[in-house]
């Protein structure tokens, strides 16, 4: 899919951030992220990675500067789904896919066939359409997290933000995870954010870096960020180095 890298689908300037107490959490934070980008943002527990999405996201208001969103429709894929929905429950994989048209078309109306095919289309995207009638909590850590990344599918989401998205999850479901978000990346062209503190998995999977330690330390390409590496642990005191096959 041809996607204009060159434009900008966020833009952070000059962002601060405090909470009520006065701690400082972000400082003069500048980021633009580009259409088709799958960028990697990292840094140590603290260092305000997941404040600056909630920034981005709208649910906090920084204390100074600018951010602005071109996307017309935006995901969120929290650390578990169980964040996003009570498991306990009794909702089925097609309801939650489901609530994606609801929040891109509004709650009060049925769905219509163009709708039920986007679900419909969402979940074969994940590979979960044999667990379409499953209740949500029935499923494994990893199947979950993929019904709520075809719930932002199905709102035709143009950027997903994924705050530690396989925390929890087994070796082998978070591969079939990370394949599945480069296909989405390379094929479809969404744009995704990748919040982390494991320095192996971000570099691993995304094309681009941002470094966050109450600033934005480091901004550029993946490849260059692991040249960098031997000095970059001076900053990034406390993020994880785990070896992965392949």
């Known amino acids: ?6 434009k900008n689908i966020v833009e952070v300037k000059n962002v601060s951030f405090s909470y009520f107490n006065g701690n400082i959490v972000l400082k003069d934070v500048n980021l633009n992220i580009h259409y088709g980008d799958y960028l990697g943002i990292i840094g140590p527990n603290g260092g305000g990675k997941s404040t600056l999405v909630n920034l981005i996201l709208g649910l906090l208001k920084p204390d100074s500067g600018t951010i602005k969103v071109y996307a017309t429709s935006i995901g969120y894929v929290p650390q578990k789904a169980t964040e996003a929905i009570d498991a306990k429950f009794p909702v089925t994989v097609y309801n939650v896919v489901s609530m994606g048209r609801f929040a891109k078309k ?11 095919d986007a679900v419909d289309k969402a979940l074969e995207q994940v590979k979960m359409t044999d667990y ?6 029935n499923l494994s850590g990893g199947q979950e997290q993929k019904v709520i990344v075809a719930r932002a599918l ?3 989401a143009q950027i997903i933000f994924l705050d530690e998205p396989t925390s929890g ?15 989405l990346n390379k094929e479809l062209g969404i744009t995704l954010v990748l919040v982390s503190h494991d320095i192996d998995v971000v ?12 600033t ?20 990034l005191k406390g993020l994880k180095f785990i070896g992965h096959h392949g």
């Open 106 to 116: 509004g709650f009060f109306r049925n769905l219509d066939k163009e709708d039920r």
């Open 169 to 183: 999850v087994d070796e082998a479901s978070q591969e079939e995870f990370y394949e599945l978000l480069d296909k």
């Open 203 to 214: 570099t691993r999977e995304v094309t681009e870096v941002a470094a966050i330690n109450r």
């Open 1 to 6: 899919m041809s996607i204009d890298h060159s």
């Open 132 to 137: 379409k009638n499953r209740l949500i909590g």
């Open 216 to 235: 934005v330390i480091y901004y550029g390409s993946s490849k260059e960020f692991i040249k960098e590496e031997h000095h970059d642990r001076l900053y």
């Open 154 to 156: 199905a709102r035709d």
